[in-house]
């Protein structure tokens, strides 16, 4: 009897790890639904949410085990599939994707096995509260002040502001374990998540008690979510998300004033009139010339007020959260033209979505200043990337990571932002505005299933072959071009003119279309050539007057070397 007991003993420990060890995919479910009541109680700094999940096995195998994660500040109470308890266990596990630094993660054991590509409905609760915690970033040595600058999420008896995946798990979801200390470990897992979310559909009905008076505003970044009615002694919404693909569920709840405007609703708080008029009046001189570009607003951007001066700001879907207060007014313009771009253009895919936000910021500059302002804003974001970009040229990329990193896949912020701001800004310059216009205009989201189907559209409107382009800096990324001019030859072959032969060449792995400057004394000719990666391009150009200096790259490509780009022509050479 002994030995039976310890043989199974064995038996079941064996068992045990192997489900720990091998069988607990966490990534095996995607989420493809979520039907939820959550209701906030900002004098307990509380929330408890009751309601329905569905999750799709995406995993080759049967799955008999579902994860399902929240934070750490919350707990389960119950996890039931057509009525009936199920089994699980809930344990604390370490992942920075929260901003507690670990969650509440429940294994449930499901009735049955859920075949590959089937789904299954489970009826969930949980509650507990919401507090200021930025255990993750605290314990990696950020100092508390500035780690709260960035995790700022709390639900409080005066301002309530709760962000979703990558902030705050107030919605269950299911990821391996992220780490802050793990260079871009964080980015990758959320980039994860979002692709499997990306056509989840999301319907929140969110109460907060109502006292005697004034009801808080509510503010939801939903597709439709229609104002907060009362009923009962309660306020609700009801808020409908068509794709989580680029939004994150994000709620607010603040006794807000509001500016509100055709194109713009601006909610401040108690005393922060000014800076609101401020940026709605930044935002209406921007509107149009968006329009032209985007397309009209699809619906009204929202600004709220961050009550915390300090809080970094924060955007999903047509919501800007910013404290208005600091704000620089000089900077307003550039903010409203990337809220307002996101509230006329979407898509599903980062370099499209947030690349053509940051262009529009490029566009209102020279559109204000001209282009040189444009091109200095856009060397402050190249910076950000060409050290990346450069690290990476001395080390030869193998073929899979020039595909993972290109611009259509990477989960780097600083990628598909400042690198993608770069790139439409080439494509307006070798197309012109006219055809890129169009060109934008003929995008849907929803037939986005292909990531050529952009590039399909911009190359519909130019005769040009753009198949390069597309291969050097959207489907791969082949690092950055270095151009040099290599020789330039003068002919006093016109009557009143001189013709100048250049030879640029490209020391880099990507090609691109670059414009050449030719000085003379008392004038300058640019032209424009392509030059591909790892060749020479050759270009004549005509001058009235002996030419003096050739300058190569006027800030519009991003270059890996940009010493190299001027070349004096000798005196003598000129006669
Ligand atoms: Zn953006």
Redo the contacts with the bound molecule.
Sequence with gaps: MKLRNLRLCIFSFLCASAVNAFSLDREAFTFTSYDLNVRVEPEQQRLGVRGKITLRNDSAAPQKIAVLQISSSLDWRSIKAGGKPLQFVSQPYTSDIDHTGTLSEAIVTLPEAVPSKSAVELEIAYEGVIVLDATRLTRIGTPEAAAHTTDWDQIGRNFTAVRGTGYVAWYPMATEAASLSEGQSLFEVLGRWKAREAASTVHLQIAVPSDEGEPPELLVNATTCPRAHEVGQQFIADCTYRSLGSVMPTFVIANYEVVNRAAIAVHFLVGHNASAVNYADAAEKVISFITEWFGAPRGKAETADLSDPNAAPF?SGPLLLTPLTSTDPKLTGLAAA?QLT?AAFSSPRPWI??GL?HFAQALYLEHQSGRQVALDYMGLHRSAFSAAETAKQTTVLRSEDEVNQSLVNTSDEELYRSKAMCVWWMLRDMLGDQALKKALASYHPEQDKEPSYMPRLIQAQTQRDLEWFFDDWVYRDRGLPDFKVESAFTHKTLPEGYMLTVTVTNQGTAGAEVPLTVKFAGGEITKRLVVRGKSNGVIRVEVPKPPEEIVVNDGSVPERDTTNNVFKIEDDAAK
């Design positions: 955007e990337h996101h979505d947030e936000a």
